[in-house]
């Protein structure tokens, strides 16, 4: 770079003396920053942009408040009770619609040539994206965003309108991917480019946002059966081989887990597992005689559960796929469908396919339900419920699952007291996360907040 600058320092002086343009033909560009790339480069740009969204940041603010892992040190500390800024959330905010920029130029590009397969996964990919966009922030921009061409100020839209237009860009992507059913040639997720396993996730991704709106439309019977529908074309797997993951590797600053490189290699100590809540959860479980979740406690935690385990066949080591769907979450959201629908039988069998999931790919050992085990519907939605929280772990997800049932999980713990998940703080639980500083000062559309904007709740969940 020394001499890249050398050079041009005197070809310019040059120019300027002699007044030629010879001497700094091409040196404007930087050939460290490419300004264009292909359709296939560009969307395992958008995978890997989303990754990074998806698993970092996002994630880990999520799982510290749905109390499956501690905010330890530093800013952390402030985030595990409820204390944030807008300056906290510049990076994701920027990296989400970075990604999204670069699934449109996909869409454009790979449209123009006739790669309909490509475009396809860059739309479905679109929609499970954006459906988590909305689902943490609410009302953000979405028709007019990524368009710099058109306005450099989007509005926002309405979070209910935002999980519609999610919906409609799936639609898109199965029909284009219908159409053309050749696998992509280029993939970073475990799908391997293969158009049936991005079918499935788009399928799965339909169900999971029809769900995040299912409250907001008082658990219609219409929409629940919608989410029954979709997610039966999806990730169902038990043994967890249709799973969708992010791949890592072991270079540093690279391909890494981005977990692994954040606690071990960059901010050792600043989270960890101290009292969270799914461990004691998962050790109580034991005592209805047929839940052993000895394998599952073994990937994410360490023995004492006041960590995540970061070495060699836990979540978190470096080379550990991170999960971006899995079968499990299809299964659960049938069950809970089910069982609100009145249909115990149905969601009796999804919450046990979720379990047969768990042995197959945790290693647990837990036997399967029965009717007779649950004396009431309440039951053995409160069993869903809890079981949705376990299979989430540690995913932006679990919070949105949260919010959406009022952080209503419970337990009964090995002396039979019942345990319930209480506010670190007060009274309230984070029901959002707040809008990027750069929001404030560049774009006059973003809503106004009110003081302690994350407790104020997001349409769906009001």
Known sequence: MRKLITILTISILIAGLVGCEKYVTGYEADPLSPVDADALKTFVGAQLNYSLFTEGTAAWMASIWAQQIRGADRQFSAFEVYNITNQDFGNDWSLAYRALTNLRTVQGKAGAGGQQNLKAAAEILE???????AAVWGDIPYKQAAQPEVTLTPVYDGQ???YADVQKVLDQGIADFTANTA?????VFTTGGSQAKWLKLAHSAKARYLMHTARSQGYSAAILNQVISEAQLGILATTGSDDVKMTHGATAGGNMNAWYDFMVRNRSGYIDAVNNFPFPMMNAAKSDGKTDEVGRLAFYFTATGTDVIKTTGGAYAQEAPYPLFRASESHLLMAEAYVRLGNTASAL???NSARTYNNSVFGNKSLLFVAADFPTAAALQQA??????????????????????DYAISYKATGGATVTMTPRR???FPQRFVYSVNEFTANPNMPKEATNAQFARTAVNK
């Not at 696998?183 to 993939?187: C, H, R, T």
């Not at 929280?389 to 959406?404: C, G, P, T």
């Open 183 to 187: 696998p992509i040639g280029q993939d």
């Open 384 to 405: 869903i419920f809890n079981e949705t929280y376990l299979s989430l772990m540690h995913q932006i997800e679990v919070w949105n699952f949260l919010r959406r049932i």
């Open 160 to 162: 209910l309108s935002v």
């Open 426 to 428: 007060a009274t309230e």
């Open 349 to 351: 069998t999804e919450l």
């Open 127 to 133: 929609g499970l994206h954006m459906g988590t966009v």
